[in-house]
């Protein structure tokens, strides 16, 4: 196992990046907070969407540290080229300058410095100044952004009207704040209740426009072979967007732009933006610059038009996303309460139909998760009425997952039905990561860019479904080698799932995750144990622990020694400069902080109830339906402790803490359930008699 991760790791390692030099080239960033791809038309603004054909373009996620991001922290942000804030401050305009020096710098640099990011406010300046290159800041903002940790820049002015004749080109880095779009906020000034007054499409059309003639006199003014980087990078005092961000320049030719750190077309973070420019100007980036540089994915779109639509579309969909992530979550938590409630009911019933109609009902709620991943192969969010076409989506996913459970010879089995809703489960979410992870983003169980806490690869409640789909049908597969008397390769077939999980989940190129394959080795290694017949010893138990660790520092070692590593690497880069305490804490926290999530909490409360008092004590049978289940499945036991082993250690490593669990739970307990009602046969359940023999029953009306 561990060598399979080392050829991988290997394989990818690129050439190791060159010593630092003097600065080469010449880049201008012009920052323009609260710029949307919607606002950059042909006809209202020419010059932006000049640049943007001229260059190559993404959508701009310019999450920080808190809901939405200010200018402050925009600037600061690229200054420190990790997430930034101005904490303990309105969301107003940068402050104007003293001289070429930003008055309270260094209380901005130290409780930066402070954060969970611990950013190092004043990097990109010193770095410029490292390798022999001047600094030169246009507007407010822009000081912020280009000063040293100093807090000082080699040449302000306060305008684009100010500018001297040689301002655009005496020095290697030239950065530009165009305020326009953000003052027409700041000017709306705040309603009644607080809240940010509403800016009329006019003034706000007007403020771009103006926008858009500055950028035109900045672009007019530049020296031949200039690297052009445009960000919008801040909120304009509302809810968060995504934003625009244009490269143009050597290197830049009209595509969509992307960086290692989204791994997707089109999309890009502000982090990115101090790599790009120190890559810009050949400098190498220091480790504390934790973006990746903005870099022509080969994808060229037929017109400007196109362009914006798509861009824009990106952030449509995570708008959608935010709209009706809440609903989805309250109608999971309705719809696996009324199932749980329904199952209870017909347990105690023992009537056919009412139990076939919740083994449906069962199979359908299991596959709902997948549904939901499913439901992304069709732009719902560009529909007039998002939600319908969404629930229409997911209603049909169900159906056809539910469908074939219930068609093939594997119906008549106790495991099979379920294994075949866990197997399209893991199957759906292993080709998502192989193939970049589309249907997991604005997805109702996936990630938003809004949030950018994940871009590509497995987030953790995909991952939760994903493990556990894996478990069941893997489980299936065991049962089935059981029954032929092939212990030895059922526990081969366990052992073999494991490290494929391994390989799904930890590889750079699909699921990129550091805190699942944690999970997976004791949850795998306790299922195998139980398969062989083994018992889980705390001995052995500890003898695998012991190897898992080794395991998961080895790889997150080799991951490190990539130039772009993921979440593993990282890890070890944490470990050595002694920050790895801090990320744990970080994580403790917010793992703890989940259960204040009622919806996910009362998913997690409701299905070990049901598991309890539904599943493993006796109803209206002798012995409790799931050990029916058990004793004619014998691979279902260790089946349900796999995931319950897996899930509750993923709940442990991982941030998202009661999500993992809650997530897992909505595909393993119904699926339990439909073995059980499989288990049971129609042996043990009664219909009622025919009316002609209830007539004929019924005792003779007294005189």
């Not at 999450?63 to 420190?80: E, M, N, R």
């Not at 056809?400 to 219930?406: D, E, M, P, Y």
């Amino acid at each position: 196992m561990l060598l399979l991760f080392a050829a991988v790791a290997l394989a990818l390692l690129p050439t190791a990046a060159s010593a630092s030099a003097p600065t080469r080239g010449h880049v201008v960033l012009i920052g323009v907070p609260g710029l949307q791809w919607g606002d950059i038309h042909d006809t209202a603004t020419p010059n932006l969407a000049r640049l943007a054909g001229q260059g190559s373009s993404a959508a701009l996620s310019v999450k920080t540290v808190g809901p939405h991001t200010c200018p402050i922290d925009g600037w600061l942000t690229i200054s420190a080229g990790q997430r930034s804030q101005l904490r303990n401050g309105s969301c107003g305009l940068p402050p104007a300058p003293e001289g070429n020096a930003v008055p309270g710098f260094a209380a901005m640099r130290d409780d930066n410095a402070h954060n969970k990011y611990k950013s190092q406010v004043g990097l990109l300046g010193d770095a410029v100044h490292t390798g022999g290159g001047c600094t030169m800041a246009i507007g407010p903002g822009a000081v912020l952004g280009a000063a040293d940790s100093a807090g000082r820049v080699d040449g302000y002015v306060p305008s684009t009207e100010q500018i001297p004749a040689d301002g655009l080109t005496r020095c290697a880095l030239t950065v530009v704040d165009i305020d326009d779009v953000f003052h027409a906020y700041i000017d709306a000034g705040v309603d009644v209740n607080g809240d940010q007054a509403q800016v009329a499409a006019k003034k706000r059309a007007a403020a771009v426009k103006s926008a858009d003639t500055q950028v035109g006199q900045v672009l007019t003014s530049l020296p031949p072979d200039t690297t052009v980087l445009l960000a919008g990078l801040s909120d304009a005092n509302v809810s968060a967007h995504l934003r625009v961000a244009i490269a143009s320049g050597p290197g830049y030719s009209g595509h969509y732009l992307t960086a290692d750190s989204t791994h997707t077309s089109g999309l890009v973070t502000l982090t990115d933006v101090t790599a790009t420019v120190l890559h810009s100007l050949g400098l190498k980036q220091p480790s504390d610059a934790v973006g990746s540089r903005w870099r022509d994915d080969g994808a060229k779109p037929a017109s400007v038009g196109t362009l914006t639509k798509r861009l824009n579309d990106h952030d449509v969909a995570a708008q959608s996303y935010s709209r009706l992530v809440l609903p989805f979550y309250l109608a999971l938590v309705i719809v696996q309460v009324a199932l749980y409630a329904f199952g209870t009911f017909a347990l105690t019933r023992k009537r056919r139909r009412v139990l076939a109609a919740t083994r449906v009902a069962a199979l359908a709620g299991a596959s709902l998760p997948a549904a939901a991943f499913l439901a992304n192969l069709v732009p719902w969010w560009s529909a007039g009425h998002p939600a319908v076409v969404l629930v229409a989506a997911i209603v049909v996913a169900i159906g056809v997952i539910t469908g074939i459970a219930l068609a093939g010879p594997w119906r008549r089995s106790i495991t099979g039905a379920g294994a075949i809703v866990g197997g399209v489960t893991a199957l759906v979410l292993t080709l998502d990561v192989l193939t970049g992870s589309h249907l997991q983003t604005c997805s109702m169980l996936g990630y938003t860019p809004l949030v950018a806490g994940r871009f590509y690869g497995f987030g953790n409640i995909p991952w939760a479904l994903f493990v556990t789909g894996l478990i069941i049908v893997t489980g299936a597969v065991a049962e089935w080698l059981l029954r032929s008397g092939r212990r030895t390769v059922a526990t081969a077939a366990v052992i073999a799932s494991g490290v494929l999980a391994l390989v799904i989940d930890g590889a750079p190129f699909a699921g990129a995750d550091f805190g699942g394959i944690i999970a997976i080795i004791p949850g795998f290694a306790v299922f195998a144990m139980m398969i062989a017949g083994r018992k889980v010893r705390l001995s052995r138990l500890l003898i695998v622990l012991a190897g898992g660790a080794v395991f998961v520092l080895a790889v997150s070692f080799l991951d490190s020694l990539r130039a772009d590593p993921t979440h593993i690497g990282e890890f070890w880069k944490s470990l050595m400069n002694g920050d790895a305490g801090t990320i744990i804490a970080r994580k403790l926290r917010g793992m703890l902080g989940t259960f204040v999530n009622w919806e996910l909490s009362l998913i997690a409360v409701a299905a070990v109830a049901f598991l309890i008092f539904a599943l493993l004590r006796p109803l209206a049978w002798r012995a409790a339906v799931l050990h029916t289940a058990y004793e004619r499945a014998p691979a279902l036991r260790p089946t349900l402790v796999a995931v319950l082993v897996t899930a509750g250690v993923g709940m442990l490593v991982n941030d998202s803490g009661v999500a993992i669990p809650a997530l897992a739970f909505t595909v393993a307990i119904p699926l339990a359930l439909v073995a059980s009602i499989q288990a049971i046969g129609p042996e043990e359940t009664t219909a009622p008699p025919p009316r002609s023999e209830r007539s004929e029953s019924a005792p003779a009306p007294k005189a």
